[in-house]
């Protein structure tokens, strides 16, 4: 009988991209657990922004800026590579090829994109991505850097586009307030309720503030009109996003309890067989898989597809 755990691990480290040939490097990712693999994976695919037609939201700053704006072209052709499912990955930072960065100190604070460009801050403290707006693609296969990058938060199928910013706006109270007025039912912010600001905004942490709070590994609350919100979901302390270990955990969760059905009960598992139009075998054996939009578990012999955790 097959032990799925065991593939977890043989899994990430054939699919996260690292620095093949460094000795340390691979010396370090050996020695970690799957779970914290997992962990790591999740970190690096989340960051991906998997490929597919989605529906877009634009806030109203975008839309005055498709009306009258320099970059109306390159916005609206950026809105039509996200309905339409195009890969956005040329648009996306050129970190995202690094999935684990090896450094002297794997837990070194501050956190910044240079020590470890494996990490988007951004990203996993408030779920926003950036993206550059050029639509010429370099060489190296990403699209020229632009100056200015739409931050948007994508969810399974749909995405929101917040405004655009420089480059030295990660940690902008501006962003979070665009989408608390431009979506107030979205829950991506969630307003702390029986707490408030005594005055006004200038009593709480301003954005730089913020920024050093985030490079030590710490999700702070923001206050917007007098009012406390914190992200849905928050940074770890490691620099990961809270979501990456919730996921983590069901990932095992659910395989510990496929190996247990396959012990004790494996005729629960004929209607996957059976709609792949084959039977489940005597000895099947799984594997840990990727699929378009689940993490599950692949039966090698009858190329049958167990979806276990679905990405949102």
């Known amino acids: 009988m097959s032990d799925i755990y065991k593939t977890i691990k043989p899994y990430i480290l054939a699919n996260l991209p ?21 962990i790591m994976f999740l970190n690096w695919f989340f960051r991906q922004i998997p490929p597919r037609p989605r529906t877009v939201f634009p806030s109203k700053e975008v839309t005055n800026k498709i009306n009258q704006d320099e970059n109306r072209h390159e916005i609206l052709s950026l809105i039509s590579d996200i309905k339409t499912g195009k890969s956005l990955k040329s648009r996306l930072s050129k970190a995202v090829n690094q999935g684990f960065v090896l450094t002297k100190n794997q837990r070194h604070k501050p956190l910044s994109t240079s020590k470890r460009p494996d990490f988007d801050l951004l990203l996993n403290d408030w779920g926003i991505h950036h993206l550059h707006l050029s639509n010429t693609v370099e060489n190296d296969g990403f699209t020229t850097r632009t100056k200015g990058v739409m931050f948007a938060i994508f969810t399974y199928e749909e995405a929101y586009l917040i405004d655009t910013f420089d480059h030295k706006s990660w940690s902008s109270k501006q962003a979070v307030r665009k989408v608390i007025s431009n979506w107030p039912d979205s829950n991506f912010f ?10 006004d905004d200038s009593d709480c942490f301003d954005e730089q503030e913020l920024q050093g709070l985030r490079t030590a590994g710490m999700s702070c609350p923001i206050v917007i009109d007098q009012k406390i919100y914190i992200p849905r979901q928050m940074l ?50 799984f594997r840990f898989e990727v699929f378009a939009n689940s993490f599950g578990i692949y039966e090698t012999s009858t190329d049958t597809a167990i979806g276990l955790v679905p990405f949102q």
Do not use: M
């Open 18 to 38: 690292y620095k093949i040939g460094d000795p340390a490097t691979a010396r370090c990712l050996q020695t970690k657990s799957t779970e914290e693999l997992l």
């Open 190 to 199: 969630l307003e702390v309720k029986g707490l408030g600001v005594r005055h």
């Open 236 to 285: 770890s302390h490691y620099g990961t996003n809270t979501n990456h270990t919730r996921i983590a955990t069901l990932i095992l969760r659910k395989t510990n309890l496929i190996e247990e059905t396959l012990k004790n009960t494996p005729a629960v598992l004929d209607s996957h067989f059976k709609a792949n139009g084959t039977i489940r075998p005597e000895r099947p054996e």
